[in-house]
């Protein structure tokens, strides 16, 4: 069964802390995103990727890193230069030279500070 | 740049009857693509309907139309016979002109359906 699969469901950070969020997919999409959510709001695109090797910033991306050394997995790391981390963050794929496909997203992270 | 708005953050309706959901854009680019999703509390996120911008009729899809004016740039959301579990966020988002596949998305409306 196809899908995107991030894990852990909930993650808690501690001060001074790195953070790696997972994102695996099994859609053979090209493209993969990282969006942060925070509550009451609409996403915020942090990195994507259309490539496996190549990721480009997002709208903000200050704090984050991410890479991409297989097609299927996009992971997502909190440094502890992201001073507000605590939200819900959503990992996306998609085909990218068809303009009528949509994105498809994973169950999502909550990630809070203790 | 490219924008997408809604200006709802809150509806209701009552279970059985329709409700529109708003949404209008800005680009400058003659060929988009606008998606709605749906978000429930649990928080993933469920693709619902696709607009491209040359296609010549509204999208339906099951209980969901857009009513897509495009001289107006709106791509207002339709659900009929609204079911309690309808209640949840939901989104419209405008697919960016370049082959990232980057969306742009709305602030959200949030439905609750009442019984």
């Known amino acids: 069964d196809g899908g995107i699969t991030q894990s852990p469901k909930y993650l808690f950070r501690k001060e001074g802390q790195n953070v790696t969020l997972s994102c695996e997919q099994n859609?053979?999409?090209?493209?993969m995103y990282w969006y942060r959510q925070d509550p009451g709001q609409g996403l915020r695109l942090i990195y994507y990727?259309?490539?496996?090797?190549?990721?480009q910033k997002g709208d903000i991306a200050e704090g984050y890193s991410v890479s991409r050394e297989k097609k299927e997995s996009f992971p997502l790391t909190v440094t502890s230069a992201q001073k507000n981390p605590t939200a819900f963050y959503l990992c996306?794929?998609?085909?990218?030279?068809?303009?009528?496909?949509?994105?498809?997203f994973g169950d999502g992270t909550r990630l809070s500070i203790l | 740049a490219q924008k997408i708005t809604q200006t709802q953050p809150g509806m209701f309706v009552q279970e059985k009857e329709a409700v529109t959901l708003d949404c209008t854009y800005d680009?400058?680019?003659?060929?988009?693509?606008l998606f709605w999703y749906k978000q429930p509390s649990s928080g993933e996120m469920i693709f619902l309907i696709y607009?491209?911008?040359?296609?010549?009729q509204n999208a339906t899809e099951g209980r969901y139309s857009l009513n897509f004016q495009k001289a107006r740039k709106s791509a207002n959301l339709v659900i009929s016979a609204s079911q309690l579990g309808d209640s949840a966020m939901y989104f419209c988002?405008?697919?960016?002109?370049?082959?990232?596949?980057?969306?742009?998305f709305g602030q959200g409306t949030t439905l609750q359906v009442k019984p």
């Open positions: 988002a405008m697919r960016e002109p370049s082959n990232t596949g980057k969306l742009i």
């Open positions: 607009q491209g911008s040359y296609d010549q």
């Open positions: 859609l053979n999409h090209d493209a």
């Open positions: 990727s259309q490539i496996v090797n190549d990721f």
């Open positions: 996306a794929s998609s085909i990218i030279n068809s303009h009528n496909q949509p994105q498809h």
């Open positions: 680009t400058s680019d003659p060929s988009y693509g």
